[in-house]
T-cell receptor
Framework: NAGVMQNPRHLVRRRGQEARLRCSPM?????VYWYRQLPEEGLKFMVYLQKENIIDESGMPKERFSAEFPKEGPSILRIQQVVRGDSAAYFCASSPLERGGYTFGSGTRLTVV | KQEVTQIPAALSVPEGENLVLNCSFTDSAIYNLQWFRQDPGKGLTSLLL?????REQTSGRLNASLDKSSGRSTLYIAASQPGDSATYLCAVTPTGANSKLTFGKGITLSVRP
């Protein structure tokens, strides 16, 4: 079992470009969560998805951010028109059950220049 | 709103020392509590998961306890080693329909040889 796979590991984008972050959950896990870690801050919840459904997006900024978890393929976190403040580490976690133990990926480190 | 606090933010100890890392949370209505380890620039590794009905969990040199009524958890590390140097994060999952994790900011541990 390859664990939670995130790619790319590092992503550099210019201001105004789009960033796409991918997450493949562990085999058998149908619950996916995205968290953001800003420098000197803790991890903050962004969004919780199951296949083809957004369950809780209360942590997502209202504009420019979107997430999906299609029937086939990885979960995608999309950030449009990136700004410097979007620079952070973005982590994906998956679990086999709601409120089960979480397994985290290695993260994608986004740098906006 | 759940808040998770980990104090102190950093800790430095000599090798071989037994140590306790503290975590406190404001809302005792939790489903479970999980301790993670994060190495610099890396993802999160799950160490121990304690269900709300449990008092403690053990894995090797690690022992985590949970006191829901007082809103506290401790992670005990026996015979610390330089390889234990990392940031230790605790996170709680609430009861009810909301399954997102709330994290503390972590304790950065340095074990001196």
């Amino acid at each position: 079992n390859a664990g939670v796979m995130q790619n790319p590991r590092h992503l550099v984008r210019r201001r105004g470009q789009e960033a796409r972050l991918r997450c493949s959950p562990m085999k058998g896990h149908s619950h996916v969560y995205w968290y953001r870690q800003l420098p000197e801050e803790g991890l903050k919840f962004m969004v919780y998805l199951q296949k083809e459904n957004i369950i809780d997006e209360s942590g997502m900024p209202k504009e420019r951010f979107s997430a999906e978890f299609p029937k086939e393929g990885p979960s995608i976190l999309r950030i449009q028109q990136v700004v410097r403040g979007d620079s952070a580490a973005y982590f994906c976690a998956s679990s086999p059950l709601e409120r089960g133990g979480y397994t985290f990926g290695s993260g994608t480190r986004l740098t906006v220049v | 709103k759940q808040e998770v606090t980990q104090i102190p933010a950093a800790l430095s100890v000599p090798e071989g020392e037994n140590l306790v890392l503290n975590c406190s949370f404001t809302d005792s209505a939790i489903y479970n509590l999980q301790w993670f380890r994060q190495d610099p620039g890396k993802g999160l590794t799950s160490l121990l998961l304690i269900q709300s009905s449990q008092r403690e969990q053990t894995s090797g040199r690690l022992n985590a306890s949970l006191d829901k009524s007082s809103g506290r958890s401790t992670l005990y590390i026996a015979a610390s080693q330089p390889g234990d140097s990392a940031t230790y994060l605790c996170a709680v999952t609430p009861t009810g329909a909301n399954s997102k994790l709330t994290f503390g900011k972590g304790i950065t541990l340095s074990v001196r040889p």
